[in-house]
């Protein structure tokens, strides 16, 4: 499986909208078949910050998703929004998920 990790900064007059302006390309992404997840969080300590947890089947899928359309116009727009370069880690990692943490379970009521 390909994980992928981007912070984006978005330059603060425009991040309060950064996740609807996303949205089309989020579903896209979801919709791809070799598409494991693509999930958006917003940083609690830089609130112009979101970092994009990302996950493909294969290398294949990785590119197969970089070269679509979807990424493509996204990569067209995105530049006038981000404050930064956005900073990325993208590792190959065994499994097809998410897994359980061993350390931790809830507690039964």
């Known amino acids: ?10 330059r603060p007059e425009r991040a309060e909208e950064w996740l609807s302006l ?4 989020t579903q896209a992404t979801r ?3 070799g ?9 609690v300590e830089t609130p112009n910050q979101f970092v994009l947890l990302e996950a493909f ?4 899928a990785g590119e197969e998703h970089v070269n679509s359309e979807h990424f493509r116009t996204a990569m067209a727009w995105m530049p006038e929004f981000i404050a ?9 990692v065994p499994g097809s998920g998410w897994s ?4 931790l379970t809830p507690a039964q009521g």
């Open 84 to 92: 930064t370069k956005p900073e990325i880690i993208n590792v190959e």
């Open 31 to 33: 919709n791809e078949p």
């Open 35 to 43: 598409n494991v997840f693509f999930e958006w969080s917003r940083s």
């Open 57 to 60: 089947a294969s290398p294949e």
């Open 22 to 25: 996303v949205d089309e390309f």
């Open 1 to 10: 499986m390909i994980f992928i990790v981007v912070k984006f900064t978005i």
């Open 100 to 103: 359980e943490m061993a350390e």
